[in-house]
């Protein structure tokens, strides 16, 4: 079993920055690839980032690439997801999410384990 608790959300004007982290408990954090989802009212639930399990490869959605930035840390449990350049429309509920397989998925329906989300809200 993994828990995920999400934190760093906020309310920021537009151009701003925010930087989320997802705190995991378990000892096998280190061999999930890890990814950041969000919601917005009346929406469906979307991709924004992900990460594999070493690091070595990061996938973002367009809409945030260039502005996004995934990371972990392995050895605190951590992953994190560095915005910049913020907008209106990516005001959203942002989740993180564990996925157990060895690939790295975009799916939201590949993914194992999630945290209770943390408000992102973006002023214009």
């Known amino acids: 079993q993994v828990q995920l608790v999400e934190s760093g959300g906020g309310l920021v004007q537009a151009g701003g920055s925010l930087r989320l982290s997802c705190a995991a408990s378990?000892?096998?954090?280190?061999?999930?690839?890890m990814g950041w989802f969000r919601q917005a009212p009346g929406k469906e639930r979307e991709f924004v980032a992900a990460?594999?399990?070493?690091?070595?490869?990061?996938y973002y959605a367009d809409s945030v690439k260039g502005r996004f930035t995934i990371s972990r840390d392995n050895a605190k449990n951590t992953v994190y997801l560095q915005m910049n350049s913020l907008k209106p429309e990516d005001t959203a509920v942002y989740y993180c999410?564990?996925?157990?397989?060895?690939?790295?998925?975009?799916?939201?329906?590949?993914?194992?384990?999630w945290g209770q989300g943390t408000q992102v809200t973006v002023s214009s």
């Open positions: 990460i594999s399990w070493s690091g070595g490869s990061t």
């Open positions: 999410a564990a996925d157990v397989a060895p690939l790295v998925h975009q799916g939201p329906d590949e993914y194992d384990y």
């Open positions: 378990g000892r096998t954090f280190s061999s999930y690839a």
